[in-house]
């Protein structure tokens, strides 16, 4: 068996539950189109077939054949399921968009696999029907504890683990702790982050897996990443050689033949649904869904303001429908002040007829208005 393959396998068998029980939070829709991206040794790929039913359809692709090899290994022959050995930018490329129910993303949108992972995210959401999901599970390595009652050594260790792995810096937006800005910002709604507790002690169910997983997942790790790196997080000799007789099995110090041992990995899932279509609406009534419209002031309206106020200037357009304009503000004037609208141009019309302009221009508004109002062809 490959390092690859045991990795893959010894994964499953601790992480299998959590990812299990991350699908099923969701209610897939039987029937429903899922994507898993970065697929790996397919340790989603049962939950997800079993989600969405004989009817729907689930398509793992993994950049490396040999990831596809053992994802094949592992569903056998679902009929459900196909897998592809494909670059995830090129299934973007071909698969049409909206055509795709939900999107499985385990443990994939790392920065160490793609430069801004959020763009990614961008684009994936663009293949999700209205009212898909995505779904980005991640381990969260960085957040466990495995050398349980060591924690200054376990801080530094997986310190020296994501210089590794070169995980973004703190504060760096491609790390992805990030993952709830980055379903935010490509629009998802509903976003929301759930943790799955994997747990492994010596009376759970599943010890055996937790064993072979620290043997050939996390332990191998700790050692690579504490040879390469132990300066630069500030690990002396003495730590090195503290941690290695912590982790080497059969020997009197290893750590989860301790009385009381418990190794914790705190899995992450963060999905966002995308806005859903708006359900099926009568035409008809569709129609009523109107606008407002105003009319525009006019220049002139400086000198003479019109019949606006007593008309109004706003009218609600919709199909096969007239509508009278709405809310003139004449209609809640006192009638002493529609009795008293006038103007000068108003006021000058009769007078000029009868030849008195100056007269009328210079005249006390309060004797020559009256007349004028009754004439302007304003007045209601
Ligand atoms: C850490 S593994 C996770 C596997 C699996 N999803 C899981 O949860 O166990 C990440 C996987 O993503 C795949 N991968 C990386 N870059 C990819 C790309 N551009 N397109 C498709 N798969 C990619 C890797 O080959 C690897 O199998």
Redesign the pocket.
Known sequence: MSDLSAW?DA?AGVAAAAVSDAVASHGLAVGARVLD?????G??LPALANAVGPDGRVVG????AS?VALARRRVGDYPTISLEAR???SVIGTTAPGSVDAIWA???LWRN?FDNPADLVRRLVGLLAPGGILAV?TGNWYSSRFLYGHPELERRVLAASARRWAVAHDGDATHHEHAPAWLEAAGLREVRMQIYPMVGTATGSNWVEWQRYLQVGVWPDYLAAVRAHAPDVGMEAADAGRLEALITPGTPRYLPAQPGYVAFQPAMLVAGRRCSAQGTRNAHSETHYGIYAFTPASPLALVDPGVDRFTGTMVFLESHKRNEFLVPPARDWADVARFGDCRRPCCCRPSCRSGCCCWCTLASPAIAMPACCAMSPASP
Not at 37 to 41: L, P, R
Not at 61 to 64: L, N, P, R
């Open positions: 893959h994964w991206v970065g697929t790996g040794g340790v989603a692709i993994d950049i490396e990831s670059d995830v930018g385990g443990d994939v696999y599970f």
